[in-house]
């Protein structure tokens, strides 16, 4: 089982752009929002790109602007790739 690897913002975008590279597709980016109490996770830091039919690049691009609507400082992103590469 793989670790969760909590990113900000920034480190997210890096990590999609890196990864998309590589050709990996991103099947999702899951946001949390940093509470008092820990990790907190909201529908709407969800994005699900799993059965959308996407091409890679297309998932890459509505991954990116998804974090771009929900960065901020108390929310970190988990991006989900497929567990295997394109190329």
């Not at 793989?2 to 997210?12: F, H, K, Y």
């Not at 602007?65 to 567990?83: L, N, P, R, Y």
Request: proline share 2%; net charge negative; aromatic share 6%.
């Amino acid at each position: 089982m793989m670790p969760i690897e909590m990113l900000n913002g920034a480190d997210a975008t890096a990590r999609i752009r890196s990864l998309a590279r590589d050709g990996w597709k991103v099947l999702g980016v899951d946001g949390f929002r940093l509470m008092p109490e820990g990790y907190v996770a909201s529908l709407d830091l969800i994005l699900d790109l799993s059965s959308s039919g996407l091409a890679a690049e297309a998932a890459e691009a509505e991954a990116l602007g998804f974090i771009s609507k929900h960065a901020a400082a108390d929310v970190m992103f988990e991006v989900v790739t497929d567990t295997h590469n394109g190329s």
